[in-house]
């Protein structure tokens, strides 16, 4: 190796010494990134908690001009009392009506329930707008 070629290696940090030591941060931080994604993927995927409450709709059928009729669908644990909003929309997805129900606790973990709606204008469709437990 020249001088020059040495004197430049020194300037800018191309030492032997320099070399190891970016490889060794360059290692250290790839542990470190594994270690705290897997410990993430632990967290986030495995430890997470079900879904203590689910809905589906099932189904509507319009009965007038100013009433609908829901049929959806609630799993919940067994002794589980559960509060849903349900809503009727007409053509501009707006709505046109809305229902609280209060479902009682039952031994079943899945049931389907069916609602009718009073409406302001022709409802086009309804649907469960969100459930929760009470």
Do not use: H, K
């Not at 020194?10 to 897997?38: D, H, K, N, Q, W």
């Not at 059928?61 to 100013?66: E, F, G, K, P, R």
């Amino acid at each position: 190796m020249t001088s020059t070629q040495q004197s430049l290696d020194e300037r800018y940090g191309r030492t032997p010494g320099a070399e190891r030591r970016t490889r060794t941060l360059m290692i250290i931080a790839g542990v470190v990134f594994s270690i705290v994604f897997t410990a993430w993927v632990v967290w986030g995927g495995l430890s997470g908690t079900n879904a203590s409450l689910e809905t589906r709709e099932l189904g509507y059928s319009a009965v007038t001009d100013t009433s609908i009729d829901v049929r959806w669908e609630v799993s919940a644990a067994p002794g589980s009392e559960v509060t849903c909003a349900i809503q009727a929309l007409n053509e501009s997805f707006g709505i046109v009506g809305w229902r609280i129900v209060d479902l009682g606790a039952s031994d079943e973990r899945t049931r389907v329930f069916i609602e009718t709606i009073r409406t302001a204008e022709p409802p086009v469709t309804a649907l469960p707008y969100r459930c929760w437990l009470a």
